[in-house]
Antibody
Framework: QITLKESGPTLVKPTQTLTLTCTFSGFSLSTSGVGVGWIRQPPGKALEWLALIYWNDDKRYSPSLKSRLTITKDTSKNQVVLTMTNMDPVDTATYYC???????????WGQGTTVTVSS | QSVLTQPPSASGTPGQRVTISCSGSSSNIGSNYVYWYQQLPGTAPKLLIYRNNQRPSGVPDRFSGSKSGTSASLAISGLRSEDEADYYCAAWDDSLSGMLVFGGGTKLTVL
C-alpha cells in the first residue's frame, strides 16, 4: 500500500524559505518510471502543480515558479524535499505530495499540509 | 487562470447522469492522457480516471471518461449524494517543460 505524508512549518514569514518534506512508503524512488511530485491549493482555489522528481533524478518545475523551487530526493530515507524561496502571502496554500508512475499519472496523494505566509 | 478550462459548476438530481467538460490544446489534451480527480470537502484529491478512460481499482463504474481531440469529459451516471465534490481534469503539457496542468475545477452539487 502506497502512502505519502507531508510535513513542514505551518507558518512562515514573508521572504523566508519554505522547506517541506514528503515521507513515503510502499514504493521505492529508485524504481524505473516512478516519481514524486508536489501540488498546492490556495484556500478556495484550484490545484497548481509545482514540481516533480523522477527515479533517475530528472526534475521538472512549473515554469512560473522555477526560479524559487528546488526538489531533491533521499532514496535511503524514502523522502522528497521541496524548498520554495522568498515566500509571499499569495503562497498560502495546502501543499500536497503525490506518487507518479507512467500513464497512471499522480495516482496517490498525501493528506496535505497547510502553510500560511504571514508576518 | 488555469490552462485547462472547466465549467465552474454542475448539478444534478439523484439517479441522473451528469457530464463535466474539460477543454485544452494540442500541447496538453491533444497529445497526452487526461486524468480526472475527485476532491471531497476537506480532503486530498483522489484519482478517478487515468489514461483518458481507465478507472483505478475501487472506483465505481458509474464514473467514465472520454477524450476527443483537445477536449475531454467526465460522466457520472446514477448520481448519488456522496458524489457532491470538486472535480479536476489534468494533463501533461509538452510546451510547458513537461509540467502537469489542471483545470480550474468543477463543483458538482447533488440537488
Amino acid at each position: 500500500q502506497i502512502t505519502l505524508k507531508e510535513s513542514g512549518p505551518t507558518l512562515v514569514k514573508p521572504t523566508q524559505t519554505l522547506t517541506l518534506t514528503c515521507t513515503f512508503s510502499g514504493f521505492s524512488l529508485s524504481t524505473s518510471g516512478v516519481g514524486v511530485g508536489w501540488i498546492r491549493q490556495p484556500p478556495g482555489k484550484a490545484l497548481e502543480w509545482l514540481a516533480l522528481i523522477y527515479w533517475n533524478d530528472d526534475k521538472r518545475y512549473s515554469p512560473s515558479l522555477k526560479s524559487r523551487l528546488t526538489i531533491t530526493k533521499d532514496t535511503s530515507k524514502n523522502q522528497v524535499v521541496l524548498t520554495m524561496t522568498n515566500m509571499d502571502p499569495v503562497d498560502t496554500a495546502t501543499y500536497y505530495c503525490a506518487h507518479s508512475r507512467g500513464y497512471y499519472g499522480m495516482d496517490v496523494w498525501g493528506q496535505g499540509t497547510t502553510v500560511t505566509v504571514s508576518s | 487562470q488555469s490552462v485547462l478550462t472547466q465549467p465552474p459548476s454542475a448539478s444534478g438530481t439523484p439517479g441522473q447522469r451528469v457530464t463535466i467538460s474539460c477543454s485544452g490544446s494540442s500541447s496538453n489534451i491533444g497529445s497526452n492522457y487526461v486524468y480526472w480527480y475527485q476532491q471531497l470537502p476537506g480532503t486530498a484529491p483522489k484519482l478517478l480516471i487515468y489514461r483518458n478512460n481507465q478507472r483505478p481499482s475501487g472506483v465505481p463504474d458509474r464514473f467514465s471518461g472520454s477524450k476527443s481531440g483537445t477536449s475531454a469529459s467526465l460522466a457520472i451516471s446514477g448520481l448519488r449524494s456522496e458524489d457532491e465534490a470538486d472535480y479536476y481534469c489534468a494533463a501533461w503539457d509538452d510546451s510547458l517543460s513537461g509540467m502537469l496542468v489542471f483545470g480550474g475545477g468543477t463543483k458538482l452539487t447533488v440537488l
